[in-house]
Each structure stands twice: as structure tokens, then as C-alpha cells.
């Protein structure tokens, strides 16, 4: 049963524009992830949000911002994307166990 | 160099045939998670396994932390099962990151 939930599920755009994915989860959680999963399938972690509160920052582009309303919504913005931006995305929701669950990702293709 | 190393990178099998996934961590690590990536590209969590055994169904998980690596058996093999298979290890920071193996890419044939 989905639990986390992304949209869009696909994306296509052209060099320069703005975009913005959205995710939420329902499980109560207090912590939630955005990963970056490269061509060769490695899932890189980009941002990580304790109850709004940014805990952990990877070295990613400033293109890239997370925005949140609450604790069981965490947004992705890229201003002015770029074609090595084309990835899927995905969002995870963190319990008390550890156990990430996912969100079924959003591709985006940037031409 | 890479902290989590899968193994095999691709695996083919006929249906009803046993599968062993491997997963090395080149670190220490807190636990470690097994993934099962759809060919869409969603991911289910398969297991939550800071050490020792657990079975659901068919899937088998194995973890020695102490020899840094784990298993993943899959027994009667079965054409839904094809995808890519991941494993991902927490390490000791305590920060809930995981990293993220290259993955094996399961394919079931009939």
C-alpha cells in the first residue's frame, strides 16, 4: 500500500526552465530524504528534512532547493535545469526503525 | 573506492531456479536494507536487517555485520520477480543516510 507519494511521474523539459516536484507522506514520519538516481542505478542522497529542519545538505548544485510545509511534505525545486539534471527522483519517508520507504519516483528528462 | 559492492552485476534465470545476491561493505556499518527496484523504477524495501536471518516468502536475508556483508536468496524464482535488486548500508554517523550498492539486475525468463 503506497504510503509516499510523488508527483509528477514524468517531467520533460528544456535546458533553463523551472521545475518543481512535489512528495508527501502519510506515515507520521519525522524525516524524509530526496535521492538522485544516476544512469548506472546508484541512488545518491540530496537532501535530508527533520521536521522542516534541514539536517543534512550533500553538495549538490544550488539549482537545487527543498521546500517544506510540514513534516509530511517535502518539495524539490531546480531553478534552470541542465541536461546532467535528467535522473530519477525519489523520496523516502524515515521511521523510528530506520526503514525508508519510497515514493515511486519522478524521471525527468531535460532536453 | 565503492563502499557497497553487489554482486552479481546481472543474473539470468529460468523460472523456478534459486538466485544468491550478495552485498560487502568495505566500512563498518550500522545496518543495512535490501531493496527491490520495480522495471518502472519505484522501490519497495525488502528487508530491514541489522543482523542475523529473515524470510519472507520466497526472499531470504542474510547479514553477518561483524564480516561486513549480507545475502539475498531467492528461492523458485519467478518471472515477476525480474528488476533490479539493491542493498544499502547505514553507516556508523548515525545520520539515518544510506548508501546505495550498483545493484543486481534480475532477469526470469519462462
Known amino acids: 500500500e503506497t504510503a509516499v507519494f510523488q508527483t509528477p511521474n514524468y517531467h520533460v523539459t528544456q535546458v533553463g526552465n523551472e521545475v518543481s516536484f512535489n512528495c508527501k507522506q502519510t506515515?507520521?514520519?519525522?524525516?524524509m530524504y530526496w535521492y538522485k538516481q544516476d544512469s548506472k542505478k546508484l541512488l545518491k542522497i540530496m537532501f535530508s528534512?527533520?521536521?522542516?529542519?534541514?539536517?543534512v545538505n550533500e553538495t549538490v548544485p544550488r539549482r537545487f532547493s527543498p521546500q517544506s510545509s510540514d513534516k509530511a511534505h517535502l518539495n524539490l525545486r531546480i531553478k534552470s535545469v541542465e541536461p546532467e539534471d535528467s535522473a530519477v527522483y525519489l523520496c523516502?519517508?524515515?521511521?523510528?526503525?530506520?526503514?525508508?520507504?519510497f515514493g515511486p519516483g519522478t524521471r525527468l528528462t531535460v532536453l | 573506492g565503492q563502499q557497497v559492492q553487489q554482486s552479481p552485476a546481472s543474473l539470468v534465470l529460468q523460472e523456478g531456479e534459486n538466485a544468491e545476491l550478495q552485498c560487502n561493505f568495505s566500512?563498518?556499518?550500522?545496518?543495512m536494507q535490501w531493496f527491490y527496484q520495480r522495471p518502472e523504477g519505484s522501490l519497495v524495501s525488502l528487508f530491514y536487517?541489522?543482523?542475523g536471518t529473515k524470510q519472507s516468502g520466497r526472499l531470504t536475508s542474510t547479514t553477518v555485520i561483524k564480516e561486513r556483508r549480507s545475502s539475498l536468496h531467492i528461492s523458485s524464482s519467478q518471472i515477476t520477480d525480474s528488476g533490479t535488486y539493491l542493498c544499502?548500508?547505514?553507516?556508523?554517523?548515525?545520520?539515518?543516510?544510506?548508501?546505495f550498492g550498483s545493484g543486481t539486475q534480475l532477469t526470469v525468463m519462462p
Open positions: 544499502a548500508m547505514e553507516p556508523p554517523s548515525g545520520s539515518w543516510q544510506l548508501i
Open positions: 506515515l507520521g514520519h519525522d524525516t
Open positions: 566500512t563498518s556499518l550500522n545496518s
Open positions: 528534512y527533520n521536521n522542516k529542519q534541514l539536517i
Open positions: 536487517n541489522p543482523s
Open positions: 523516502a519517508s524515515v521511521g523510528q526503525g530506520y526503514e525508508q520507504y
